[in-house]
């Protein structure tokens, strides 16, 4: 199934990130046997995503996460386009993630991040940085500042995005960004 199939039958809260997502992944030109890891699934937006492309991916977050996005139906969303046996969930928390070092060659945070306390935003890059082989792919897609303002008509608490780069210092990754309508991609490579 293709991207514009599956916006039409997941509807606008999935095609609002997955055309953007899209792009990167197809941008990137990760092999199809890359090991990849989905971190924070919400709606499973990016698992899908990645999914729809022919990959394999292990998503998850925190067990304890009672926030609205950590309570939809992602695994519903997969079986509606028929890529649920493509992704595997594993409940885990991100700045002390159950995972042996080197083991992905990609790692997708989508709208994620600026969830994530600040204080532990290093940890959690540092943690990506430890499970993931040489050369890998880090890519963070953020909500840039109209999303952000457009959200925060709706959900005035809701924190604002998160600049990944501000958290890198000493962390050797060389950086590109990519900019979208509603979402810039921060896109990492471990050196």
Known sequence: MNITKAKEI????????????????????????AKILDVGTGIGSMAITLALNGYKVLTGEPKDDNSDYAKEDWLNNAKKVNVDHLIQFKA????????????????????????????????????????????????????????IKMIKE????????????EYIQGLNLASQKME???????????Q
């Open 10 to 33: 997941l509807g606008q809260k999935f095609a609002f990130t997955s055309e953007f997502a899209n792009t990167v992944i197809q941008d990137l030109k990760l092999p199809k046997h």
């Open 92 to 147: 885990f928390d991100a700045k002390d993630m159950p995972f042996e070092h080197n083991t992905f060659d990609a790692i997708f945070f989508l709208g994620s991040l600026h969830h994530i306390d600040r204080k532990h935003r290093v940890n959690v890059l540092q943690e990506c940085i430890r499970i993931s082989k040489s050369n890998v792919i880090i890519c963070f897609l953020e909500p840039n500042q109209k999303t």
């Open 154 to 165: 709706k959900n005035p608490s809701h924190p604002d995005a998160a600049d990944p780069n």
């Open 180 to 190: 979208g309508a509603f979402f810039d991609a921060f896109i990492f490579q471990k």
